[in-house]
């Protein structure tokens, strides 16, 4: 018969050692149950990755859920690990807030999980709510010390967007993965082959690397989804829109559509980040007349150039017919 000693530590030893949390190995299962959500195939296969592989790297097409799934990932973490720290980042603050902060914010609401959120993108847990456990940050792209003192037993980095967010930011986040609990998860489209983001998804980089074509979603596929969900992925008709208005050999086509990086070849001329840069930068006015040129080198490729005056095209000013030539021609042609 156990002592009266041994009894009284078999009835407390659970308090003293509690066991570890079920969901710990099994993000899936922790988001049906907890959130009551539904995770199609990809976004599961991506958090069943960070279980396993220390570094975990996802290209994706437009609108698979991607930053929906990474947000369940940051949210899954605190609430089944001792000693949980959560460290997110991406090229802009609007991109840290507006988009996966505010995925982490309703999947605490709807788990009704422990702590609190606040507006500035962080999480507090412990008594009274002060123990700070997980932030958003846009550090400067040349900041290493940023992401500097966090210590944690149980740290998970994500780095969203991840194509436009430098070397030298991905070099502080290993200053944070040192322990083997650790885990880095870097999501984005792969829109520019020449960022650290196309190395580190490169054969033997040491990555556990995903691709998620807009082929791999439930549209094409006919994977079995609530019917609520397929309206938030991307759509066969876009796929269907842009295979016309940009055609499937496209460097945007393959980083949009294929979820792969583009090929750089003689005739590869502009990236699909420098288009989307183009188009949301704010035009100057000026009186001054504005010569733009693109100049030919070889290939197949035409030498463009434009005269534009005031505030260009479609504004106040004009722009003229664009002069070309290729540098095979003897004359430029209109």
């Not at 609430?79 to 988009?99: G, M, N």
Request: proline share 7%; charged share 25%; glycine share 8%.
């Amino acid at each position: 018969m156990p002592s009266p000693r041994a009894s009284a530590w078999q009835t407390f030893a659970h308090l003293l050692d509690p066991p570890e949390n079920p969901y710990a190995g099994d993000p899936v299962g922790w988001v049906n149950d907890r959130l009551g959500e539904f995770l199609w195939s990809k976004q599961r296969e991506i958090l069943e990755a960070v279980v396993h592989h220390r570094y975990v790297a996802v290209k994706s097409a437009h609108d698979t859920g991607k930053s929906h799934g990474a947000s369940r990932a940051v949210a899954w973490w605190l609430d089944t690990r001792e000693d949980p720290f959560a460290t997110t980042t991406a090229p802009t603050t609007k991109q840290v807030h507006a988009i996966l902060w505010r995925y982490i914010g309703q999947a605490h609401r709807k788990g009704n999980l422990s702590g609190r959120i606040t507006l500035d993108d962080e999480w507090y847990m412990g008594p009274g709510g002060k123990e700070l456990v997980a932030f958003g940050r846009k550090p400067a792209d040349h900041d290493q010390s940023a992401f500097q003192g966090i210590h944690a037993l149980n740290p998970l980095i994500l780095v969203d967007e991840a194509c436009g967010v430098p070397k030298s930011i991905f070099d502080a986040v290993d200053a944070l993965a040192t322990n083997s609990n650790a885990r880095v998860l870097a999501i984005g489209n792969p829109d520019d082959p020449s960022s650290h983001f196309a190395q580190i998804c490169k054969r033997g980089s040491g990555w556990h690397v995903i691709t998620v074509s807009a082929f791999d979603t439930p549209a094409y596929t006919g994977e079995h989804v609530p019917e609520e969900l397929l309206p938030l992925l991307v759509s066969p008709e876009w796929v269907e829109e842009r295979k016309i208005r940009w055609g499937v050999m496209s460097p945007i086509y393959q980083s949009k559509v294929l979820g792969e990086f583009p090929d750089l070849s003689d005739d590869t001329l502009i990236l699909p980040k420098w288009i989307e840069a183009a188009q949301k930068r704010s035009i100057q006015r000026t009186k001054r007349p504005i010569i733009a040129a693109d100049i030919a080198r070889f290939g197949e490729d035409e030498t463009v150039i434009m005269r534009r005056e005031g505030a260009g095209s479609g504004l106040t000013g004009r722009t003229t017919r664009p002069t070309r030539w290729s540098p095979r021609a003897t004359s430029p042609r209109r």
